[in-house]
């Protein structure tokens, strides 16, 4: 474990890239970090947001598909924090110049009614949810070049940058569902399956990594389940992803 000084400075780092649209080298390039390290980088850099003003307004899951899993040589699901200044109003605008190079990806969000009880092994957090719907999520790593190791993801609060929430539908699972991805000019085609083999799976996983990483989660936070496809590149104009079943989620980019 490297030293909190360390972890504070780091945190600042990746702070300040964010807050100046700057992408910065990889830390991992110069520190040795492990994998509790990432996660401490991670939760100075939220307080960092929170100190400023910032509420947290849920939690997100990252690498979910096996097919990124594969990509990232992980086996393991990573777990980033949102905040309130991430969220952009369903069909709202966002700014480009926010930015360093954002992607976006189209998403289940779930929403807790309750208190998650992470302190109780046996919790069923799926019986927590009261809501699900199609969701929007902008990723943006403040890594230059786009060179990272896992350890750099979680640090950068897993690319975290913005999100959208379409209309919330009263229930608490969903069944393999068709997604569409409409931006940049083409349409992408996906299933909701693709979210570690169905999103109550995801939400499983992250009970547990929330358990081992003291996140709470809370009555009314929003989870984001994962993408159910690629990533593409947030450009000018609508992107939308529609979930047979569940909805439609926009937002205009400028
Ligand atoms: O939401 C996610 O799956 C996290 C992606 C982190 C890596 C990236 O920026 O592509
Ligand atoms: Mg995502």
Aim: glycine content about 8%; hydrophobic content about 45%; charged content about 25%.
């Amino acid at each position: 474990m490297i030293a909190d000084e360390t972890i504070g400075a780091l945190a600042t780092r990746l702070d300040d890239a964010q807050t100046s649209v700057a992408d910065t080298p990889s830390l991992a390039g110069t520190h040795p970090l492990d994998i509790d390290d990432a996660y401490a980088i991670q939760a100075a850099l939220l307080a960092r947001r929170v100190a400023r003003g910032e509420r947290t307004t849920g939690v997100k899951l990252g690498f979910t598909s096996k097919a990124k899993m594969a990509q990232m040589g992980v086996s393991e699901i990573i777990v980033g924090r949102l905040t309130d200044a991430m969220c952009v109003a369903d069909g709202g605008e966002v700014e480009l110049a926010r930015f360093i190079r954002p992607k976006v990806e189209p998403e289940v969000a779930f929403r807790l009614a309750r208190d998650v009880d992470t302190g109780a092994p046996g919790t069923d957090i799926t019986a927590c949810v009261d809501a699900v719907a199609p969701a929007l999520e902008i990723i943006d790593s403040r890594y230059r070049d786009f060179r990272f190791t896992y350890e750099d993801v979680v640090a950068d609060n897993t690319s975290a940058a913005g999100y959208a929430i379409g209309p919330w539908l009263p229930v608490q699972d969903v069944p393999d569902l068709p997604v569409r991805l409409h931006g940049e000019n083409r349409e992408i085609l996906g299933s909701t399956a693709a979210i570690l083999d169905g999103p109550s799976h995801a939400l499983r996983a992250l009970f547990h990594m929330a358990r081992r990483r003291r996140i709470p989660l809370r009555a009314g936070d929003v989870v984001l389940a994962g993408a159910a496809t690629e990533a593409i590149p947030l450009t000018p104009g609508v992107t939308a992803c529609e979930i047979t079943g569940l909805g439609r989620v926009s937002m205009r980019s400028v």
